[in-house]
């Protein structure tokens, strides 16, 4: 079963425009993970946020966490087309093992 | 260093036949899971190995498949009596082992599997 879920489900975008992607989830976690995939590859660790953080930062990426909505948010800003990729999070969730759970993720195409 | 490797990149086989996918994680990664990913659909959890042992094999969909991990290292997944709905991207992720759930989890590009 899948506990998260991505919106929107596709985002298209120019270069140079920022993206938003929201993912919710129904049960209580011990951590969010976002992960990208580009087609034909393996997924590529994007960021890891703790259920007692609230915002974190890497380079262009921005996430958010809010463990009362049980919902966080990727932002990619100054977008490129070598963002295009498929972007889902992964919830580990609160006292029960260590496995990823994916949403079924954001399809982002960015042109130029 | 080399990230996960798999092995084959691709499986073509038939219904009803046997087959075994191979993981080799990231060297000294002691945890190592493995994922199904269908088309469209994010990737769901299969099993999970701290060390030989499989510490949880919950996502496993039934007894046709089967993993190990003999020495603590590489991988195998084996799925017997292939059906047709078990054509999907299969993949393999390691992680140190060293911090419980808080661990990034490396992922290798997969095998597809196709059961004709």
């Known amino acids: 079963s899948q506990q998260g879920e991505e919106d929107p489900q596709a985002l298209s975008i120019q270069e140079g425009e920022n993206a938003t992607m929201n993912c919710s989830y129904k049960?209580?976690?011990?951590?969010l993970q976002w992960y990208r995939q580009n087609s034909g590859r393996g997924l590529v660790h994007l960021i890891l946020?703790?259920?007692?953080?609230r915002e974190k930062h890497s380079g262009r990426l921005r996430v958010t966490l809010d463990t009362s909505k049980k919902s966080s948010s990727l932002l990619i800003t100054a977008s490129r087309a070598a963002d295009t990729a498929s972007y889902f999070c992964?919830?580990?969730?609160?006292?029960?093992?260590?496995?990823?759970?994916f949403g079924k993720g954001t399809t982002l195409s960015v042109s130029s | 260093g080399a990230g996960v490797s798999q092995t084959p990149s691709n499986k073509v086989t038939e219904k009803g036949k046997y087959v075994e996918l191979r993981c080799d994680p990231i060297?000294?990664?002691?945890?190592l899971y493995w994922y199904r990913q269908s088309l469209g659909q994010g990737p769901e959890f299969l099993i999970y190995?701290?060390?030989?042992?499989?510490?949880?094999d919950s996502g496993l969909p039934n007894d046709r498949f089967f993993a190990v991990r003999p020495e603590g290292s590489v991988s195998t997944l084996k799925i017997q009596r292939t059906e047709r709905g078990d054509s999907a991207v299969y993949l393999c992720?390691?992680?140190?082992?060293?911090?419980?759930?808080?661990?990034?989890?490396?992922f290798g590009p997969g095998t597809r599997l196709l059961v004709l």
């Open positions: 992720a390691s992680s140190p082992g060293t911090s419980g759930r808080v661990e990034t989890q490396y």
């Open positions: 049960t209580s976690i011990n951590n």
């Open positions: 946020i703790r259920s007692n953080e």
């Open positions: 992964a919830t580990v969730l609160y006292q029960a093992g260590t496995a990823l759970i």
């Open positions: 060297s000294g990664h002691t945890a």
């Open positions: 190995f701290q060390g030989t042992g499989a510490a949880d």
